[in-house]
């Protein structure tokens, strides 16, 4: 009984549709949480049957024998035999269930426990305040190389996660394709993830870590293998240098107002406390997926970060109008 | 010595006053005005402060919440600012969890205990005076910061290294700390009065299979704090020094361990959870019968139950930890352990249902509220196998879903029977009845508001909406749920409301409901309403567990004698019986009014303002005085027999 | 009978209301304690811009970032020393100043020795534009606020001098008593030309920086 | 030479520790170790004496290709050692560490100061030695911020009648003997963004060899070659990158098979990462004249973090042996690959002849950072002994077959953790001060310490101008309270022979003559003489500052040998300045002879009583 199968029969029980709802974890596409979806609707629905069937005998057990108007004192006090039958059978037949659903919770935690074939990608993912940092490592060191915020794994790949904290404790979690693992400093948890179909797959942190918690998510893009070497190839090139006039005094800008927290791999710009900007315009959002990646969001996110994030890193660096066109030209050209 | 007494009552079943009440009452009557306020020791006024005190406190937490749903019910609103948002979720949690739900259990406990047990006060009323001072004094103490703006700001939970002086250095954290630290006293004093009460002051032949499930739920949530409150005490004392004098107890670089603090926080937090319902359900099991017109079902299994819960509560704490990658062995035990847990819950609802089918049960508010309370109970139950079942936990922890489980348990077992308790017991305080009519709108308004509030919760759960996110973005699917949720806490709220109006509206304006309106079977029934300060007239002699139905039930021959019993009336006196099968033991000589809690109390959150201003002069002082009161209140008087007598000339 | 001598709600009320109230005064009565919103960004009058040279270049000759006499906006604020000890840590400047700010390749930050003046303001002037010895300029890579925080970082490790401190060593203070024994006569002494050791008041400390955390040149 | 060999090396070598007695060494009371192995079997040992200055002159600064700093010179000996007295004395003024050695050339004493880098020519003809003519080349300010380990110069070099010496602001200088006049000065690189300049050049024919320093604000290394008359640059080879950059070509043949492949100086990188690789040349540069091999080594990888730069990260921590008229490299090899410590590798490379498992082999001794003492074959860069020479916790053993240490996991340091007892610190077994090597016994006698430290890594953003390193530490000594020691060492067996143990560091270079002493100095500012077979102290002498400068003997125009060493403490003995007694900084050049006497003495030139001869060359002070 896999998840798909269940999906579809229970789609009509579901009150909400679940298409337009990007995180829900009812619908999934990976082997680390099909099996989990399995044990989910399951549970939903045996519970679902418990509370009707326990609702249905407080409300019969009340109006079956309730008594009519008058005083407290005029019903007689009787203790009938057969109460205890009750909490025999009760009892019982909740410990069968349950031992049910205790095994089912076993077999499914064995199957998701950790990834049946030998993960053939490791990225190590630092969560920061208020965005994620994903390294992927390669045994080649010059394959190794730095994005934020969005993942592009192969499809039908086992992909292992090395979570490392470094400042508070985050959860990284992408419903779609496996469960929460929270990412706590002074240690390196491990997940993995898998994607049977391609497609975008999002997530969000789901362990409050300050003031933007609710800013900081991150998606998956599942892709064909080619595509995933195609993009990975890019990645590990150089940025490109701006050619019109605006972009290159927008270098000379971005070099001396932004190179301490952001690197642009091929420029002297190597500052690692923001995310790697080098092939910024490859991401699909922006600010941890605050924003999505347009001219107009560029342009008021970094003349003023903190009216769209309060209290998030990025200070509001002052410029004249002149010198943010330039620097908003030349980050358009890192794609 | 056991004096014979005439009773009869008019046909309200109100006792004739004899002149022995007047002696009884001149010596427990707490004196009027200020000083007897403040002095006063007597169980009921406090339970009565208690229940007050932390119905304020859920009027401020619901507002709290509130506010919240008001920022929540769209996308993308800014009616609060992050900081703001975070504040209130803290304090929200922290005044609901720590501030009523426990408080208001006690307050119940402290009122009845002596009436259900047949006993004149608690073992140790002055004990029981600094549980409630304390326990205001902490709630006010973590209320300071809220006006200014300091208010904690890291959850209920507060974990570390967010809670960490590199990431909070300001003092919103040291609030949250010495606040609990502080709050801890008071529970702690508190149960332990609870569990000595419990041994020492039972009426003779209550022995322990004859005790109410309230007494059971209560022993069993004050023996559950004595062991778990030290956990978070200690937690905080760690982070309190590891944020002022620089050790390294969560500090990651020098070696220590964030994870040390949810260990300690929830090895405290799921027993703290269990305290604050058991209580509830023995409301429940006490209340229910006397609508039913019959004894309980299935007494002993539920009493048995009671204690299970807690005792294999104190082995599923690591289900709130599942997503910290935890080996998976240890993640397996803890997630069938906590689903275990569930069996004696079932147990408990089968009784509730076996009681009312088989009994006749009168459809009055209070039985809507408790037994509309079982429903809820299942939900809560159900959700909270769901999320013990620890695959699917890692997709359901840290979303909506648990909160609406944490809801329809905290709300649906702890409020709910508290209201319907309220109904059940107000007679007997005030000796006036709640307005049936009022107590049915009341009723329907909180049961629709809450339904339509919380269970939309589990769908914006199921839809991975995260927890503590003061906003979201549109096209995640959750506005409508975020909508009706918002819609339904505030009838809710209006239903609550309601129930202050009854309230409020009875006292003066009840009918009058004379000493058992309910031809309840209990003790406290036996005594007139509202009851005197010294409770019984005569102590009496129990011999079963529903001493007002013995003659009608007729099982045995055996009678409880509720007008003949020892009178104890050389002073403030009760009388003290064996543990196990509660024989007469001595007579205990209880003190009188005393201001030394009070001024314990105060001292003591000298001490802690001390703490939180960084000055060791006012917390030196703050320490200086609390010793001077504890040799205040330990001086041994004569009236107590604690000092040799002089010598009869 | 319906006694009254029950105990009304109302008298708890009160009860409650009345303690709420000697708390509020007892806690309030703490100063200092203003909390800064955090990162709304404070427009100092930045005083001119610098020119556009990279981050590394020295820009002694910039204009100055600020007044001579401006207070720091965040003294003594928690969240900001908290902020100014990360940013010491994020910027590098631990990599000179010594990760204690005890010196290393650049100067002592916590004595009372400073080459370019070491009230707030100066020490802001000295991170805005940089200074001829490789401090490197911060006025373009880091906004007002920023540069407040690592001042008020730098003042909490108990070096920086008080304004009145350094008027007395400009005007040189003919009663010594009032100085600090420790410090010499006058501050102000003109900058020594490059290389030329001044030894001043306790012997070991010279303009020369002392050497760095670690030895590998 | 199996690893059960080296195995059981170690273990002698330890044990020979043990019979070290801890022993306080009181400032001068020393303690030789095991006595001394029988001379014929090491008497096989030997070192080529090219260039052959003239003995009684120091043209070089590690005095021959070699870098064997031996003197023939033995009027001092044994026997007269004790009558060494200061006979003049010559102070430059600047307050850094003075790391320099004079140079001796005819009757001409050469000295540059450290920052601002002034030289001065000092007449040993005349009586005290006067200036002739000084030069102050003015270098930018800007360096003295930018110097990782205080504005130092380690060394300068003469050349075709032409001083020349790097300058901290990347500059090359070159100035005329005769005149003190600059003949041409070649700018090597911007030290705005963080490249400074304190090696000693080192000349092999009409080349000189320059490298930079700036490691520790990520700048890659470089090693360039500059025409000594014109100082155009010839080549330059860098320490990271493509073969091309590193000059890598066709004939570069490492010994072992992980340092073969093609662009290793970018495949051992993270992305773009080797831009910013550190691996400087600020050390020494030793040449084997038959051979035709230059050989140097390169500085730590940059960051010093090393979880955010995976991979081997080579060639920094490693040496080269270069082809000095191309540039081209023959083999490299890497001590420390992905160096987590900041071991570096530019330790002296002492070139010797000498007898290992029955074969006569040409090799070069190192003592590298990492503790352990490398006797590498210079021909074809494979290492035949590798063995600690001082306490060490990081490596749990060698592997001989790839010629690596292995790694002990728990003293790797970590981001945001702190890791106690790394032994040795980052500035290692030994740092750069430069051994000696006396054939007549066979040994080399280095300067080395007895440190450890708790480190913590910090994730570094690279900021250019600022440093990239982010390591921080603490230090303490190793087991016994002394942080350092002078030991003899036996580069044939890898043992130490006898080793004396110094309260401070022990930051000096070594000097080793004929006349069977060998001469080193202490960060306190002991100047001793010692038994270079048994290691005694035979003569001790407390200067104004503490010594980390190499001492250098010649013999002056009047016939006598003098020898001399700079006392200005600064460096990397500022890691001990929190230490009591520490001492505070001094610029003075000390030169003594037997009983004091130079030119000044003699017939002509009255003397004051007491016996110390009148300095003051001022007719109206005569007769007083």
Excluded at chain 1, 102 to 129: C, F, G, N, Y
Excluded at chain 2, 585 to 605: E, H, R
Excluded at chain 4, 128 to 141: L, M, N, Q
């Amino acid at each position: 009984m896999n998840g798909r199968h269940f999906a579809s029969a229970a789609s009509l029980l579901a009150l909400c549709g679940c298409s337009y709802a990007p995180l829900t974890y009812m619908r999934t596409y990976g082997p680390a949480a099909d099996p989990i979806t399995s044990l989910g609707w399951g549970l939903t629905i045996v519970c679902s049957i418990v509370v009707v069937v326990i609702t249905m005998l407080v409300l019969i057990a009340t109006l079956r024998a309730r008594a009519t108007r008058g005083s407290m004192a005029a019903i007689a006090i009787s203790r009938s035999s057969n109460g205890l039958l009750w909490i025999y059978i009760g009892t019982g037949l909740s410990s069968l269930v349950l031992l049910g659903l205790l095994i089912w919770t076993m077999i499914t935690l064995a199957a998701v426990a950790d990834s049946p074939k030998a993960p053939s990608l490791t990225i190590e993912i630092r969560a920061h305040q208020w965005w994620w940092e994903a390294r992927y490592i390669d045994p080649i060191a010059a394959d190794t190389f730095v994005t934020a915020n969005e993942l592009h794994i192969p499809v039908g790949t086992a992909v292992r996660l090395r979570l490392i904290g470094d400042d508070v404790i985050h959860s990284f979690w992408i419903p779609a394709l496996a469960g929460k693992t929270d990412v706590i400093p002074g240690q390196t948890n491990a997940a993995w993830i898998e994607a049977t179909t391609a497609g975008l797959y999002r997530g969000q942190c789901t362990e409050y870590c300050g003031l933007q918690h609710a800013h900081m998510s991150e998606a998956v893009i599942a892709e064909s293998d080619a595509q995933f070497q195609q993009w990975r190839t890019l990645q590990l090139s150089d940025a490109a240098s701006p050619e019109s006039a605006t972009s290159l005094q927008g270098q000379q800008v971005f070099l001396s107002h932004c190179a301490a927290c952001h690197t642009v791999r091929g420029t002297d710009a190597g500052g690692i406390l923001g995310p790697d900007l080098t092939h910024l315009m490859g991401r699909r959002t922006i600010a941890a997926g605050t924003l999505p990646n347009n001219l107009d969001s560029l342009t008021r996110w970094i003349a003023n970060a903190q009216a769209i994030k309060p209290g998030c890193q990025m200070p509001a660096v002052e410029l004249s109008h002149e010198d943010l066109v330039a620097v908003v030209a030349y980050v358009q050209t890192l794609d | 010595m056991i004096t014979p007494g005439l009773t009869e009552s008019d046909p309200l079943g109100v006792q004739r006053a004899l002149p022995i009440d007047a002696k009884l009452d001149a010596i427990w009557r707490t004196q009027p005005g200020l000083i007897g306020t403040l002095s006063c020791v007597d169980h009921k006024r406090i339970g009565l402060r208690y229940i007050v005190t932390a119905f304020i406190f859920l009027i401020v937490g619901g507002i709290e919440a509130l506010t919240m749903r008001l920022q929540l019910s769209h996308s993308n609103l800014t009616i609060l600012s992050p900081e703001a948002y975070d504040q209130l979720f803290t304090m929200h949690g922290f005044t609901m969890i720590f501030l009523y739900a426990g408080p208001v259990l006690s307050g119940f406990s402290n009122y009845l205990w002596p009436l259900l047990l047949g006993s004149r006060d608690m073992a140790f009323p002055r004990l029981n005076a600094l549980s409630y001072w304390v326990y205001l004094l902490a709630g006010v103490f973590l209320y300071v910061s809220f006006p200014l703006g300091m208010a904690p700001n890291a959850g209920w939970f507060n974990y570390p290294p967010l809670a960490s002086g590199t990431y909070n250095p300001g003092p919103n954290i040291d609030f949250y700390l010495l606040g609990l630290i502080f709050l801890g006293i008071s529970v702690t004093v508190g149960s332990a009065n609870f569990l000595v009460s419990l041994m020492r002051t039972r009426a003779p032949g209550m022995s322990i299979n004859r005790l109410p499930i309230l007494v059971w739920g209560t022993l069993t949530a004050s023996i559950g704090n004595l062991l778990a409150v030290p956990a978070v005490s200690l937690a905080c004392v760690l982070l309190f020094m590891d944020r002022q004098f620089g050790t390294h107890f969560f500090d990651v670089e020098q070696q220590g361990q964030p994870l040390l603090w949810q260990h300690l926080f929830w090895m405290f937090g799921h027993p703290w959870v269990y305290a604050i319902v058991l209580p509830a359900l023995g409301i429940v099991s006490d209340a229910l019968p006397t609508f039913c017109r019959r004894p309980l079902v299935g007494y002993t299994p539920v009493a048995i139950a009671t204690v299970a819960t807690m005792v294999v509560g104190f082995g599923v704490w690591l289900h709130h930890m599942f997503a910290t990658g935890m080996p998976m062995l240890s993640v397996a035990f803890f997630s069938a352990a906590s689903l275990v847990i569930t069996i004696p819950s079932a147990v408990s609802t089968f009784a509730w249902i076996a009681t009312i089918w088989t009994g006749k049960p009168v459809l009055t508010t209070a039985f809507l509220f408790l037994s509309s309370f079982i429903v809820l109970f299942v939900i809560g139950g159900a959700s909270g196998v769901m999320t013990g079942a620890v695959p699917f936990d890692w997709q359901l922890t840290d979303t909506y879903f648990v909160v609406a489980h944490l809801h329809y348990v905290l709300i649906g077992i702890n409020v709910f029977p508290v209201i319907g308790g309220i109904y059940y017991w107000f007679p007997k305080v005030t000796g006036r009845l709640m307005n049936e009519r009022l107590g049915r709108w009341n009723f329907w308004t909180m049961l629709i508001g809450f339904n339509v509030g919380f269970f939309p919760m589990h769908i914006a759960g199921l839809m991975g909406m995260p927890r503590r996110i003061y906003t979201y973005d549109h096209g995640l699917g959750w506005d409508t749920v975020n909508l009706i949720t918002t819609v339904g806490s505030f009838v809710f709220a209006i239903g609550v409301g309601l129930f202050l109006v009854n309230l409020f509206v009875s006292l003066r304006r009840g009918k009058a409901a004379g000493d058992n309106p309910w031809d309840a079977p209990t003790l406290e029934w036996s005594v007139p309403s509202p009851v005197p300060a010294y409770n019984f007239r005569v102590i009496p002699i129990v011999a079963s567990r529903h001493p007002l139905w013995e003659g009608r039930l007729d099982e045995f021959p055996e009678r409880s004698s509720l007008t003949d019993g020892y009178v104890l009336n050389q002073g403030r006196e009760t009388l003290a019986t064996t543990v196990l099968d509660a024989q007469p033991d001595l007579i205990l000589k209880m003190p009188g009014d005393s201001m030394a809690p009070l001024l314990l109390s105060l001292a003591l959150s000298l001490l802690f303002v001390g703490l939180i201003l960084h000055s060791a002069w006012i917390s030196g002082m703050g320490a200086l005085l609390s010793g001077i009161a504890i040799v205040i209140w330990l001086w041994p008087k004569r009236a107590l027999g604690q000092r040799a007598e002089a010598p009869h000339v | 009978m319906v006694t009254t001598r029950r105990n009304s709600p109302r008298a708890s009320l009160a009860a409650t209301g009345l303690f709420i109230g000697i708390a509020v005064a007892l806690c309030g009565c703490k100063q200092g304690r203003q909390s800064s919103a955090p990162n709304q960004a404070q427009t100092l009058p930045p005083e001119g811009a610098l020119n556009s040279l990279p981050l590394g270049a020295l820009a002694g000759g910039a204009r100055l970032g600020v007044p001579d006499n401006i207070a720091n906006p965040l003294a003594g604020n928690d969240e900001a020393i908290a902020a100014g000890h990360q940013l010491f840590m994020e910027m590098n400047c631990a990599g000179c100043h010594g990760y204690d700010a005890k010196g290393g390749m650049g100067p002592n930050l916590t004595d009372k020795y400073w080459r370019y003046g070491g009230m707030p303001s100066s020490i802001y002037n000295s991170i805005y534009a940089g200074r001829p010895q490789g401090m490197p300029a911060w006025g373009k890579a880091l906004p007002p606020q920023d540069i407040w925080r690592l001042v008020t970082f730098i003042q909490s490790l108990g070096g920086t001098v008080s304004a009145t401190y350094y008027q007395v060593g400009l005007e040189g203070d003919h009663d010594i008593s009032s100085v600090a024994p420790e410090v010499p006569h006058s501050l102000g002494d003109a900058y020594l030309p490059a290389g030329v050791a001044a030894v001043t008041g306790s012997g070991e400390r010279l303009s020369a920086p002392t050497t760095s955390p670690s030895q590998s040149p | 030479m199996n690893c059960s060999v080296a195995a059981r090396l170690a273990m002698a070598l330890f044990l020979s520790q043990l019979y070290v007695p801890q022993a306080f060494a009181a400032s001068d009371s020393t303690v030789p170790a095991a006595s001394l192995a029988p001379l014929t079997a090491l008497q096989s040992t030997s070192a080529s004496t090219a260039p052959n200055d003239p003995a009684g002159e120091w043209h070089m600064q590690a005095h021959d290709y070699a870098n064997t700093r031996y003197s023939t010179l033995d009027q001092i000996n044994l026997s007269n050692v004790g009558r060494l007295r200061v006979a003049w004395t010559f102070s430059d003024g600047a307050m850094y560490g003075h790391e320099g050695a004079p140079l001796v050339v005819g009757s001409m004493m050469y000295v540059v100061a450290p920052f601002p880098d002034v030289a001065y020519a000092l007449d040993l003809s005349k009586p005290g030695s006067p200036i002739k003519w000084s030069f102050a080349p003015d270098p930018s300010p800007i360096a003295i911020g930018k110097a990782c380990c205080d504005a130092v110069i380690r060394g300068w070099a003469y050349a075709k009648g032409k001083l020349i010496y790097n300058l901290l602001d990347d500059h090359t200088v070159a100035v005329d003997v005769k005149t003190g006049k600059q003949i041409w000065r070649t700018k090597m690189g911007n030290v705005e963004n963080g490249e400074t300049m304190t090696m000693a050049p080192f000349v092999v024919g009409d080349k000189v060899f320059v490298g930079n320093s700036g490691g520790e604000l990520g700048k890659i290394g470089w090693l360039a070659a500059l025409d000594v008359d014109t100082g155009k640059e010839l080549w330059r080879a860098y320490s990271a990158g493509s073969d091309q950059l590193v000059k890598i070509g066709p004939d570069f043949k490492p010994y072992y098979d992980w340092l073969k492949g093609k662009d290793l100086g970018i495949s051992t990188w993270p992305a773009d990462m080797w831009r910013t690789a550190g691996g400087a040349v600020w050390g020494w540069i030793s040449y084997d004249p038959d051979l035709n091999l230059l050989y140097y080594g390169t500085s730590n990888p940059s960051p010093r973090v090393p979880v955010q730069r995976p991979g081997l990260n080579l060639w920094s921590s490693s040496m080269f042996a270069r082809d000095p008229d191309t540039g081209a490299a023959k083999w490299a090899y890497s001590f420390t690959p992905h160096d987590q410590w900041d071991y570096d590798g530019v330790n002296e490379n002492v070139l010797l002849d000498l007898t290992i498992g029955g074969r006569r082999r040409k090799v070069l001794v190192q003592f590298n950072r990492n503790a352990y003492a490398y006797t590498i074959d210079r021909e074809t860069g494979e290492v035949l002994v590798a063995a600690p020479f001082a306490y060490q916790t990081w490596s749990s053993g060698f592997d001989m077959k790839s010629a690596t240490a292995i790694v002990r996991p728990d003293k790797e340091p970590k981001p945001n953790i702190k890791t106690t007892d790394v032994c040795p610190p980052d500035i290692g077994g030994k740092d750069w001060q430069p051994s000696a090597f006396s054939p007549k016994t066979g040994l080399l006698y280095a300067g080395i310490f007895n440190i450890c430290m708790d480190v913590t890594d910090h994730r570094q953003s690279y900021i250019s101008g600022t440093p990239y390193d982010g390591m921080e530490m603490t230090r303490q000594a190793g087991p016994g309270k002394h942080w350092g020691e002078f030991m003899a060492w036996d580069p044939v067996n890898g043992r130490k022979v006898w080793a004396i143990e110094e309260t401070f560091m022990t930051m000096s270079g070594a000097l080793a003559t004929a006349g069977d002493l060998v001469f080193y100095g202490t960060v306190d500012g002991w100047f001793r003489a010692v038994n270079d077979r048994t290691g005694k102290v035979l003569w001790s002498q407390k200067l104004g500052s503490g010594i980390i400068a190499a001492p250098m003997t010649y013999q002056g125009p009047d016939g006598r040998q003098y020898v001399a060493v700079y006392a200005g403490v600064g460096g990397g003995a500022m890691v001990s300045k929190a230490m009591p007694g520490f001492p505070p900084r001094g610029s003075t050049l000390y030169v003594f002879s037997l009983d004091g006497d130079s030119v000044s003495t003699g017939l002509e030139m009255p003397t004051t009583e007491g016996g110390s001869t009148s300095t003051q060359n001022d007719n109206s002070q005569t007769g007083r």
